[in-house]
């Protein structure tokens, strides 16, 4: 019997910073991705999460430049990420992985109408810009911008998942070999309301809900990728290093809510305590040989 294996990926590892936000350069991302993945169907049965923080940002830019109609709101937005970005994935690993049945499912994600993140917005989406953009940004779209490394970007609600809606046919695909495209940037955002569900003006973190998802399966690994090659302490100085083999308590410092890589180390801890299985973060062309502890960072419980 084949692993149970969900992969994290990140937008930003699709549409890297600095690039032009191009479907062109978003598929190229997604041929290399599918060209790491292959060689993983022999041993795993996969389920891909998706970050869209580039895309649904860029989709926002695209909803507000035309005015003769209101703006889409995000949950939307989100939608409408899936599905550009989950059937670019589903085609490209259908040609390079054909026996194996390949399905994107539309998926919603509960969260929690008080989480306090609806009060602070932290979740970058949309592409950077430079600091002295900020006020011109601000002024004309009523957006919040942060600062990311050297540049700004747009911040959103990013509540925390709480429930995956869609579960049973997640589950159903899995039972029939499919390797299962889901929780497309985190899920569309939903609340609990008397008669149904609602969606939200908010963008979920894919890692934290990579790591619900991966805890509901009991997958035996949860592999985080991203345009970093791996967790690095004292980021930034001379002083860099990379973690390689850490334990959840020896990563906890690195789980601040900083919107980087904040999320993905939180993702882990959860992931490692809750299932005692084993969790990695690396980068997209690395895949493999992450997974062999040979490159990125593992992270037992």
């Known amino acids: 019997m084949k692993k149970k294996l969900v992969i994290a990926l990140g937008g930003n590892a699709l549409l890297q910073r600095g690039e032009i936000l191009s479907a062109e350069n978003q598929q190229r991302n997604i041929k290399l991705f599918s060209q790491m993945v292959t060689s993983l169907t022999r041993d795993y049965q996969l389920v891909i999460v998706h970050g869209n923080g580039p895309q649904v940002g860029l989709l926002a830019l695209q909803n507000a430049a035309y005015l003769e109609s209101p703006a889409w709101p995000l949950d939307i937005l989100v939608a409408e990420s899936q599905g550009m970005i989950g059937i670019a994935i589903a085609e490209a690993l259908t040609n390079s992985a054909g026996s194996v049945p390949v399905t994107t499912l539309m998926t919603r994600v ?65 039972e029939v070999g499919h390797t299962v495209i889901c929780c497309g940037g985190g899920g569309v955002p939903v609340v609990a309301e008397d008669d149904g569900y609602k969606g939200t003006e908010a963008v979920i973190d894919k890692d934290l809900t990579a790591a619900v998802l991966a805890s509901s399966i009991n997958a035996d690994h949860l592999l985080i990728l991203t345009d970093a090659d791996a967790v690095y302490e004292n980021w930034g100085t001379p002083q ?39 969790a990695f973060i690396g980068a997209l062309k690395d895949a493999p040989l992450i997974l062999a502890g040979e490159k990125g960072t593992c992270v037992t419980p």
Do not use: C
């Not at 810009?129 to 959103?156: C, F, H, N, S």
């Open 110 to 174: 509960e969260v929690n109408p008080q989480d306090e993140a609806f009060s602070a917005p932290g979740k970058y989406i949309g592409p950077v810009y430079q600091p002295e953009q900020q006020e011109e940004l601000e002024a004309r779209y009523g957006w919040t911008m942060k600062a990311d490394g050297q540049y700004i970007r747009r911040v959103v609600p990013s509540p925390t998942p709480q429930n995956i809606i869609d579960s049973q046919a997640i589950h159903a695909l899995m």
């Open 240 to 278: 860099a290093r990379a973690l390689r083999h850490v334990t959840a308590e020896e990563m906890s410092p690195f789980a601040s809510p900083d919107g980087a890589m904040g999320p993905k180390a939180a993702a882990v801890i959860q992931f490692a305590k809750q299932t005692g299985n084993t």
